[in-house]
């Protein structure tokens, strides 16, 4: 009886107050700065974007900026349609998609499904280092190796020209493969091996397993890695400001050269052009818009993402 009570008292008696943990209340507030720091980041970016773009487009009407297809605006005689420059850097991006989305996603399947986890080990490390390789490594390689090469083994009449967008392409899907691939891995490890030993159980093949299985219960991880490959893409100044030249050009030819939006930042803003001015503001303009482009991007990636989103338990 007198045990019973005196673990009733004990039950009843109020809890006592355990001691600050101030370690984790300073962990906290260092992520809840690093969260507001990158949004601090994104609205700082707009800010200075926004007022000079507004002023640009109080004096050059957005039709002639959306819809014109002549860019000259550091000329006498200045036009400021931005198509040249927009059909450029898509078709870039497009180019290096074709070649970082097979290479990448082919090389995420076999270290998720068939390699050893030594090799894996080996493997995935040193295709991360291509992440690491500086851009402007890129462009030289691409001015000096690969369009050279393209030159010399072309099979037909008018082969690439000095400055391209094939090249330029090529090089930078080599650049965004590591992207892809260890993205890609990452939510195909994701997938449990519950999924993948029921379907052995049921008789399929490795490749029925990663292609039935594996990918469409990663896919919406494997397109969050294609959708940041695109963002990287069109963002890349380096390698096209080097192998794909400085001369706007609206054609749908990859073998000749042509300036992106990036490119046209890079060399207008290196310039000596008066700050205010018109040629100035346009750097802005063209800003803003890259800037749209991306976020438009990463707005569909995460309705994509939230759409087709397996939670496994």
């Not at 690093?34 to 601090?40: G, H, Q």
């Not at 090469?149 to 392409?169: I, K, M, R, T």
């Not at 992207?179 to 030993?197: F, Y």
């Amino acid at each position: 009886m007198t045990d019973t009570s005196s673990r009733t008292a004990a039950a009843a008696a109020p809890l006592r107050r355990s001691r600050p943990r101030y370690a984790e209340t300073a962990i906290q507030v260092l992520l809840a700065v690093a969260a507001l720091v990158s949004v601090a980041t994104t609205v700082g970016i707009v800010g200075s974007l926004v007022p000079t773009t507004v002023e640009f487009f109080r004096q050059v009407s957005w039709q002639e900026f959306f819809f014109t297809t002549e860019w000259t605006p550091l000329f006498a005689d200045p036009s400021y349609g931005v198509l040249p420059l927009v059909s450029a850097t898509l078709q870039i991006t497009l180019i290096a998609l074709c070649v970082a989305i097979p290479v990448g996603l082919g090389a995420a399947v076999y270290l998720s499904e068939y390699a050893h986890p030594r090799t894996r080990a080996v493997v995935k490390p040193v295709l991360e280092v291509l992440a690491g390789v500086p851009t402007v490594v890129y462009g030289f390689f691409a001015l000096r190796f690969i369009t050279p090469f393209l030159q010399d083994n072309w099979p037909w009449e008018n082969g690439p020209e000095v400055f391209n967008a094939l090249s330029a392409g090529l090089v930078m899907g080599v650049m965004i493969v590591p992207t892809v691939a260890s993205l890609s891995e990452d939510a195909m490890s994701a997938v449990p091996a519950g999924l993948r030993q029921g379907s052995y159980a049921l008789g399929s093949s490795p490749r029925q397993v990663a292609t039935r299985v594996v990918v469409p219960a990663a896919f919406s991880g494997i397109v969050a890695a294609f959708v940041l490959a695109v963002s990287r893409a069109v963002g890349e100044t380096m390698i096209v400001a080097i192998a794909s030249g400085g001369q706007p050009n609206l054609t749908l030819n990859p073998l000749e050269g042509m300036q992106t939006m990036t490119g046209f930042i890079a060399a207008a803003g290196t310039g000596d052009l008066p700050i205010g001015s018109l040629s100035y503001q346009t750097i802005f303009a063209v800003g803003a818009l890259l800037f749209a482009m991306t976020f438009a991007m990463n707005l569909l990636s995460a309705r994509l993402v939230r759409k087709y989103r397996e939670v496994y338990e």
